[in-house]
């Protein structure tokens, strides 16, 4: 049973419904406290709410059971548009148990809201969410986001989606199957930034209520196994006056006392350093929750150890320098050890470590380095060592698409051999994903079309089981999705340009494979 939850919030904007021509409901897939720290659902919020004409509330699952809005209880049937923003693979799950719940799924589109999604899980994919939705949005919303609204409109007017093919990033393969091209902001201090930012009051979130900062967009590291640097290329920084400028209004509108600073690359911002300062200066705490701490200079870590955050995280993804080459994540083992000393030495006591199993071409010795790496950061002195391991998910759009995913003898096997490496297992607190999850995650990633379509045939709502039993029956019939495609194969995600070409990623998959001999 789902906890319900009583939202109160601040900066919640509620306009009169006879006031409008258009009504949104922003829906999420997860819990209300998990939402709050996503800036999408914060930039849509605001920025929809600001036109005259087009209103915008939220849903959430545990919020009114999922069936209500939260700002004026109207049910989600009663809405023009339901806009889904998805994160996960697994979001798709909830997603078709929201739309159950609330009577609509499988319904004829003019009985019904128009159903639409975005959300990097969508730019990765959009094949498995396209039987569910009507339409697509494939990349960042910001510069065409009026069009957007305005194809709605019209779509609605007209009682047809195709005005909405107006917009080169939708894709709609009901009204024309069509390459939808990703698109992006280019300048970042040019675009809508939400500086009244919704937060709870009395409800814990993960981290405590911060003000969401971003202060770049993108990566600039090739880490082969990334999706993010795909989606989201290319980088893009805000200035340290513009950053400045967001600060003030924002706390103005957002009384909160702490900022999370949310860049995948806030270490590669030339102002980083000055941008804590401003946030510091203005009696502000921050946290830095996505950042490379291995790429960070001294002097941020000892102001973060300052603000009082008390634990860091890590990610090397491998402990052998030969796999690490292969990643190209540019960490090695003996940079983690060195890094985890300077760590210590500014004052952390607990570390978070992220490791993947699964990569190509990984064997034993590879794997039996993993615990000894985790070893030899227990001998640096903490007191808590965190180690997530995780299953390589081979993600759409990078070089390692092509890949299988690791088989279920060989994730337990390798399972057993980290965990019986480690030694101090009072200091060291491991997890790991389900492999069934796993594979969950990798057909929703890579899979086609009709695998939403299975899960949402499923009578009742779906639960694990019912979903692992349709996953299964769905590998039976597409086993490539499983044990990786060749690269002549025409991929299911072929279907959207993120703008990376096919050529580079053939290239990098190629000079891996050589390494690997
Ligand atoms: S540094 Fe992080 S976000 Fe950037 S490419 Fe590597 S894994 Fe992705």
Known sequence: MRKPTTVIERNTLIKRWDRVELKICLCSPVPYEASVLNLALQII???????????????????YDGVLSLETKHKLSEFDVLAFSLQYETDLINVINMLK??????????????????????????????????????????????KFLDSLKNSLE?????????VPCVYMPSVEERYAKRCYVKNLDECFYPTAQFYPEGIRVAFGPSFLLEISRGCSYNCRFCLARSIYMPLRLRSLKRVEEILDQGLKSTKLNRVSVISFAAADH???????????????????????????????????????????????????????????????????????????????????LYFMIGLPGENEKDVIQIPQLIEDIVKVGFFRVSVTVNPLIPKPHTPFQWLPFIKKEE??????????GIRHKNVVKLSFLNWSEGVIQVVIARGES?????LARVEGLLSKRKTWIEILRYLRERPKVFHGFSIDDRLPWEV??????????????????????
């Open 45 to 63: 919020y605001s920025m929809w709410n600001m036109r005259e004409d087009v209103l915008c509330e939220r849903a959430f699952p545990n919020v």
């Open 101 to 146: 719940r609330n009577k609509l799924l499988g319904k004829r589109r003019d009985n019904r809201p128009l159903l639409i999604a975005g959300g990097p899980v969508i730019m990765q994919n959009p094949r498995p969410f396209s039987s569910v939705f009507d339409a697509l949005f494939i990349g960042e919303i910001e510069e065409v986001s009026d």
């Open 158 to 166: 007209e009682r047809s989606l195709d005005s909405m093919l107006d």
């Open 270 to 352: 030339p102002r980083l350093v000055d941008v804590l300062e401003s946030i510091v200066s203005r009696g502000l705490k921050f946290t830095l929750p996505s950042v490379r701490v291995d790429k960070v200079p001294l002097e941020v870590l000892t102001l973060l150890r300052k603000v009082g955050q008390r634990s860091v995280t890590i990610a090397p993804e491998v402990a052998s320098d030969r796999l690490a080459s292969i990643i190209r994540k540019g960490i090695y083992p003996e940079d983690v050890v060195r890094l985890a000393r300077e760590l210590f030495k500014v004052g952390f006591r607990k570390v978070k």
């Open 411 to 420: 994730f337990e096997e390798r399972r057993k051999i980290i965990i019986n």
């Open 450 to 454: 009709d695998i939403g379509r299975r």
């Open 496 to 517: 959207v340009d993120v703008r990376i070409s096919k050529k580079f990623l053939v290239a990098e998959f190629e000079d891996f494979h050589r390494n690997l001999r």
